[in-house]
């Protein structure tokens, strides 16, 4: 075992990415006394964040990618048929080491989004069948990886999200246990330090069956709720929804609930407390919400285990049924800019590939000269999915103060469950606090319409132009009362959404690009229907006035559909990503339809875990990091008992 | 503060009259775009910037609008040079609009005349960190607080506390 000149060091295990699962099993590992190299395919985390806080700082769109590297330009020109408009020349991936899924590149071609997709509108066609549409969600290439942006909510899934088969007849049942899935939870919780309250979340146990081992209590104390969270759990008080419009007759409760948070509620694990700095995403100034650096940092003290950055695997090898070696290119640019690479190998006794849904699949397929490993079953890339958003905007009767505090603290988990999860998607429903940003861009959009005589926000229909104290006046009392609903549905798994190689397409280190296809089936759409119905609603029933605008693109221009637009039933929707890819290499018992068992093991290659959220086998509408730590708990486990 | 400019650039009381102009322009106090002691110094930032796309005739012309209203209420200032009844408002009317965006939302939104050979852009990072719409919202900018734990579980002090010149006056 070696790189070819008997000089490289012996591992015990190689794991493929630094982000929330490689980094806590590397921990994990390197406790137990056993040899780590982890290959990470972006630049290293570094010593100091101020300048991924320089990066977003200057970005025009502060999207979730503006903080890390290779970011769009930062001018742009303002006139509306320029490539740049708005958000700055986006770099062409064919020319990057590690290109990555970005926001700003959604709906965009080859030559500035790393994901090749198609690029038109959404198909229209019958209800009955899938819509065609962009993936909307994103990842990062870097130390730490994509979870440098999670939000921190920590919400565990709900026991029918593990039983969708033989409780509802639909998809799959998980291969875990619910009480497995609980002990797991509780070790992810303390490792990263969940602020929260068994007694506060009793509520949801009649609703929806979330249950905790007796005396289980959250590591630290809850984080407050907004005035936003509050004016919704007054103003929604007493409202009950229909789940399914065939049975009138079953109400769901509408209530808030205040939301586990990855984030301090007080010093945890040498971080300080949160300071509301409304950024959760796309970066915490102050590390006050865990991201996985600071798992990386405990696993690296452990002195067993080693980085290798910009380092990207290109290659599992497999023999005789196990994994003989990875071989990868580290990547250099050069003081000219130039972009050098060097291939390499390394072997170790046990393997782990951990570099996200789209980067697992895409590695895996790639393998074995793209005729793939791992792949029996012919399930790898396939069941894509993610937590398809649905976004409601409104201006409350009273002022609700957002732009403060985390960027979420609180959301409706009372319709997360129950029987009309056998014809349509759950969800759950974010409360956000910052405003309409996420909606309509704002302060920006709507503070530009009452300086320059606009109404792209919609609250100035008259475009009028106003300064001094009456400008201050006028938003002030739209900013204030600005709030929006996320919608985030258990989109269901489908073979057709599929991550495959592009035939033609490479990044700058010549590897073939993942080819995205992807849509909507009716049962996630019937959920999309009945979230909106749901938010409409609340609104009414707080006397809230709604902004939701159907598409992204109207009014105004007029130019239904662009990209994530869908029509329903004869109803216009927009699709936004959650940032939740799940579903590439799922896990089950049957070694004929599952790419993994419940340890994340491969079915057909001895020595090899694929890890993450690509696992999920139906994804439930937890955001998904607090999951993806449990199951890391598992394998790592796995993993040493199989060492020894 | 009195400042020494560096030669040839411009003098204590130019930046203060730009001051003075973008206090009435924003509904913010002067003081406190401009404080005594002030080490980000935007005022001179935002000025030079205007200067280098907008040019210095068009900066002078519209320094001498504001100087020949100077004693009115900022209101009527405001108005006066946005011409918030005028329509279509005129470039210098365009350029007010463009240094209020700056003032609110740290970036610069070239005015339409000048589009094509001025770009869009965020003006340096304590622009964004130190923008006012966030005031206007009785916030912070997002990614920059100063506030404490739980703050956000209470409404916020009053817009005075953030600077807004809610007395209408100078």
């Known amino acids: 075992m070696s790189n070819g000149n008997g000089s490289s060091p012996q591992y015990d295990v190689v794991i493929v990415g630094a982000g929330v699962s490689g980094n806590l099993i590397a921990l994990q590992l390197g406790l137990a006394g056993k040899k780590v190299l982890i290959l990470e395919a972006g630049p290293a985390v570094p010593d100091s964040r101020e300048e991924y806080m320089e990066n977003f700082y200057l970005a025009l769109a502060k999207t979730p990618e503006s903080p890390y590297p290779a970011l769009a330009g930062r001018t742009a020109s303002l006139a509306k048929d320029s490539k740049n408009a708005g958000t700055g020349t986006l770099p062409d991936p064919s020319i990057l080491p590690t290109p990555r899924a970005t926001v700003l590149a959604i709906g965009k071609g080859a030559d500035q989004s790393h994901l090749i997709q198609p690029t038109g509108g959404a198909a229209t066609g019958n209800d009955q069948s899938m819509r065609k549409i962009p993936f909307s969600s994103t990842y990062e290439r870097v130390g730490g990886g994509t979870a440098w942006h999670w939000l921190g909510t920590s919400l565990r899934l709900v026991p029918h999200d593990l039983t969708m088969k033989s409780t509802y007849g639909v998809f799959h049942d998980w291969p875990i246990s619910y009480d497995e899935l609980q002990t797991l939870y509780g070790k992810a919780e303390r490792e990263i330090g969940v602020s929260a309250s068994v007694a506060q979340q009793a509520p949801l146990q009649q609703a929806i069956g979330l249950t905790y081992p007796a005396g289980y209590q959250y590591p630290l104390n809850p984080i407050p709720s907004s005035v936003v969270d509050q004016t919704v759990s007054t103003g929604t008080s007493g409202l009950a929804v229909v789940g399914d419009e065939d049975d009138e007759n079953t109400l769901y409760d509408v209530f808030v609930s205040n939301t586990p948070a990855g984030r301090n509620s007080e010093p945890y694990q040498d971080r300080r407390v949160c300071a509301g700095n409304t950024n959760c995403i796309p970066i915490c100034p102050i590390q006050a919400k865990w991201d996985p650096t600071v798992t990386l940092g405990k696993a690296l003290d452990t002195g067993n285990v080693t980085m290798s950055y910009q380092s990207v695997a290109v290659n599992v090898a497999v023999d005789g049924g196990n994994v003989t070696q990875i071989d990868y290119l580290v990547w250099t640019r050069g003081a000219d800019g130039k972009l050098t690479s060097e291939k390499k190998s390394v072997s170790a006794r046990k393997y782990v590939l951990a570099a996200h849904a789209i980067e697992n699949a895409k590695l895996l397929l790639l393998s074995n000269n793209k005729q793939g490993i791992a792949n029996s079953s012919d399930q790898v890339g396939r069941n894509l999915m993610d937590h398809v958003l649905y976004l409601a905007w409104a201006l409350s009767p009273t002022p609700v103060f957002g732009y403060r505090g985390p960027l979420a603290t609180g959301g409706i988990e009372s319709l997360r469950d129950g029987k009309f999860r056998s014809k349509r998607s759950a969800f759950r429903m974010e409360i956000g606090n910052e405003g309409w940003n996420f909606s309509a861009g704002d302060p920006y959009t709507t503070a530009l319409d009452w300086i320059q005589g606009t109404n792209n926000a919609q609250t100035n229909p008259s475009e009028q132009r106003l300064g001094g104290l009456a400008l201050v006046t006028q938003l002030n009392s739209l900013l204030t009362a600005q709030f929006r609903f996320g919608c985030l549905l258990d989109q269901s798994p489908q073979e057709c959404n599929q991550v495959t190689l592009d035939p033609t397409i490479t990044d700058g280190l010549g590897i073939p690009r993942p080819k995205i296809d992807y849509g909507l089936d009716e049962y996630t759409m019937e959920g999309f229907a009945m979230a909106a119905k749901t938010c409409s609603a609340a609104f009414t029933q707080m006397g809230a006035t709604e902004f939701t605008r159907p598409t992204v693109n109207e009014p105004p221009p007029n130019t239904f559909p662009g990209p994530g637009d869908f029509v329903y039933k004869g109803k216009k929707y927009h699709l936004y990503g959650a940032g939740h890819i799940m579903g590439t290499h799922r896990m089950g018992n049957d070694a004929s339809c599952s790419v993994v068992d419940a340890s994340q093991k491969s079915h057909d290659v001895g020595n090899l875990w694929i890890v993450g959220s690509g696992s999920f086998p139906t994804v439930g509408t937890a955001n998904p990091t607090l999951t993806i730590m449990a199951l890391a708990f598992k394998s790592a486990d796995n993993i040493i008992a199989s060492l020894s | ?170």
Request: glycine share 8%; net charge negative; hydrophobic share 40%.
């Open chain 2, 1 to 170: 503060m009195t400042t020494t400019p560096a030669t040839g650039g411009p003098s204590d009381s130019t930046i203060q009259d730009f001051a003075d102009m973008s206090a009435a322009l924003t509904g913010f106090q002067s003081s406190f775009l401009r404080p005594f002691l002030d080490p980000t110094n935007l005022s001179e930032t935002f000025y030079n910037f205007v200067v280098s796309q907008a040019g210095q005739p068009a900066m002078d012309d519209l320094l001498n609008a504001f100087r020949a209203i100077k004693t009115q209420p900022a209101q009527k200032i405001a108005d006066t040079l946005l011409e918030v009844t005028t329509t279509p408002p005129s470039n210098q009317a365009l350029l007010c609009q463009s240094i209020i965006a700056m003032w609110y939302l740290g970036s610069w939104y070239p005015p339409a005349n000048l589009l094509g050979t001025s770009l869009q852009q965020v003006i340096s990072s304590q622009a964004y960190t130190k923008s006012l719409v966030w005031n206007v919202a009785q916030a912070h900018p997002m990614g920059f607080s100063a506030f404490t734990f739980g703050y956000w579980s209470n409404p916020p002090a009053s817009l005075d506390a953030f600077g807004v010149n809610t007395g209408g006056g100078k």
